[in-house]
């Protein structure tokens, strides 16, 4: 199995933060790597797929970078809509989640 | 627009087989492939398996031995079944469109495994 693991588990930040999440996969795993933005009470929602790409009608202050075992997603600007919790996953070999970054509210 | 729901029982016995179903709405079922995946506080998101329209069916290899995924091409339905369920198998289940990539989700189903 390919491990996912996200840092921090809970990040404060404020409106107009700019917000970096981790995350390292055990082995490299290319590009294969998506980003999902989960609300309390919701499905999760894909933002980033192929470590970089944005999802269409993903707002474009959400960006996503990295290849082999690290990656990063970056929210330029923190909006009141963007407090969630963030997964990463990867899709190289079968399919695994990071264990999630919740994103609160300073 | 896809639209995915899911639909079976909310609570199930220890050792029985958990069933549910996963109504698409918006899109046929042919020609695409059709995932479950679940979340617990104590494994997070898990994907399950998927099914593309043509039967082919792969599977998380810690779960292959109970669960078998199938689909009803005239209800424009697939199905999840996890055999022999415990109480580890309480989670909110959820069925989404792609093999191993989602970008449209049901809004999950919570299902309970208790005597």
């Known amino acids: 199995d390919i491990q996912m693991t996200q840092s921090p588990s809970t990040l404060s930040a404020s409106v107009g933060d700019r917000v970096t999440i981790t995350c390292r996969a055990s082995?490299?795993?290319?590009?294969?790597l998506a980003w999902y933005q989960q609300k309390p009470g919701q499905a999760p929602k894909l933002l980033i797929y192929?470590?970089?790409g944005l999802e269409s009608g993903v707002p474009s202050r959400f960006s996503g970078s990295g290849s082999g075992t690290e990656f990063t997603l970056t929210i330029t600007s923190l909006q009141p809509d963007d407090f969630a919790t963030y997964y990463c996953?990867?899709?190289?070999?079968?399919?695994?989640f990071g264990q999630g970054t919740k994103v609160e509210i300073k | 627009q896809v639209r995915l729901q899911e639909s079976g029982p909310g609570v199930v016995r220890p050792s029985e087989t958990l069933s549910l179903t996963c109504t698409v709405s918006?899109?046929?079922?042919?020609?695409?492939?059709w995932s479950w995946l679940r979340q617990s506080p104590w494994r997070g998101l898990e994907w399950i398996g998927y099914?593309?329209?043509?039967?082919?069916?792969n599977y998380n290899p810690s779960l292959k031995s109970r669960v078998a995924i199938s689909e009803d091409t005239s209800k424009n339905q697939f199905s999840l079944k996890l055999s022999s369920v415990t109480a580890a198998d309480t989670a909110i289940y959820y069925c989404?469109?792609?093999?191993?990539?989602?970008?449209?989700w049901g809004p999950g189903i919570m299902v309970t495994v208790s005597s």
């Open positions: 989404a469109t792609g093999e191993l990539l989602h970008d449209t």
């Open positions: 918006g899109g046929s079922v042919s020609g695409y492939y």
């Open positions: 099914i593309y329209y043509t039967g082919y069916t």
């Open positions: 082995q490299s795993i290319s590009d294969w």
């Open positions: 192929k470590a970089s």
């Open positions: 996953q990867q899709y190289s070999s079968y399919s695994t």
